[in-house]
């Protein structure tokens, strides 16, 4: 498995490495600094770099990677707020991109690696590794 850690650094504020880089999360101003993205952001962030990155590649293998790229992305919270309910994800390839390939890309698109492990979500083991402490009296 990959190796991430993240510690704590001040308020809300933690700091994420992954092989040798860092990332800061955090919370919106006032309830906390606002030094990076928070990490729902970050999340769906993930999704559309990925979305991105295979866009990116596909464009290429048709010989249309000299065309510049975005993915503009929103998302949406579930009534309760407690996890994100929808993200929607639009490619904007410059200079127009040919309607013939759009299935083609639509189809690399839901298969991008992060998209794969929302469909199929992956197990999740959580550890409490501290020495537990006598409640206090």
């Known amino acids: 498995m990959s190796q991430i850690t993240v510690r704590h650094e001040a308020g809300d504020?933690?700091?994420i490495a992954v092989r040798g880089h860092e990332v800061?999360?955090?919370?919106?101003?006032?309830?906390?600094g606002?030094?990076?993205?928070?990490?729902?952001?970050?999340?769906?962030?993930?999704l559309a770099a990925c979305a991105g990155f295979h866009a990116h590649r596909f464009l290429a293998r048709?010989?249309?990677?000299?065309?510049e790229l975005t993915v503009a992305c929103d998302f949406a919270w579930a009534a309760d707020h407690?996890?994100?309910?929808a993200i929607s994800l639009r490619i904007e390839a410059a200079h127009g991109f040919p309607a013939a390939l759009r299935p083609a890309l639509l189809r690399v698109l839901e298969?991008?690696?992060v998209h794969e492990s929302l469909v199929h979500v992956p197990t999740v083991l959580f550890d409490i590794a501290a020495e537990p402490v006598a409640p206090v009296a």
């Open 13 to 15: 504020r933690f700091r």
């Open 24 to 32: 800061v999360v955090d919370q919106p101003a006032p309830s906390s």
């Open 34 to 46: 606002d030094a990076g993205p928070t990490p729902t952001e970050l999340f769906v962030a993930s």
């Open 62 to 67: 048709h010989g249309l990677g000299d065309r």
């Open 82 to 85: 407690s996890r994100v309910a």
């Open 111 to 113: 298969h991008c690696t």
